[in-house]
């Protein structure tokens, strides 16, 4: 299980991820908000982080780290169908965002390039831990 630091750092690096080009829009906004209810961070604290980021906490469990990459690429999904934003801009900062948190490559490329072939490009998450499992060293 993760600690209080931990989920404000994860919830940081969600904001920082959608605020990497631009502001939030209101959808992500709610994504975000949706996600910091479930990791049991308060709205006031989720409010500041908007405006105060927190410094980048490891996850160790490498389980987090990809259920972490799973909400990533579904924000990234929000910003482009409600952002039109580039897609290969939000490809690169996805790829960059699981590299710094210790995911193989291999496993990121694999689920990037699969993206297209599910509806909404959402990748089940069984697919995910499948991808993720085979290239867990």
């Known amino acids: 299980m993760i600690n209080r630091v931990e989920k404000l750092s994860l919830l940081s690096e969600m904001i920082a991820f959608a605020k990497y080009d ?9 994504f975000l908000l949706g996600v910091a209810k479930q990791l049991g ?5 989720f409010d500041y982080l908007l405006e105060n980021p927190i410094s980048y906490t490891h996850l160790k ?11 990533l690429v ?6 482009q169908e409600f952002g039109g934003n580039n897609n290969s801009k939000s490809v690169i900062k996805l790829y960059n965002f699981g590299l710094r948190m210790g995911l193989s490559h291999e496993s990121i490329t694999k ?18 831990i499948d991808i993720f499992k085979t290239h867990y060293n």
């Open 22 to 30: 631009k502001d939030i829009r209101k959808i992500e906004y709610n």
């Open 41 to 45: 961070i308060s709205r006031e604290d």
């Open 61 to 71: 469990s490498h389980s987090e780290r990809i259920v972490q990459f799973h909400r």
């Open 74 to 79: 579904l924000l990234m999904n929000i910003e």
């Open 111 to 128: 689920v990037l390039y699969l993206m297209d072939s599910f509806p909404n490009k959402i990748v089940p998450p069984d697919v995910l």
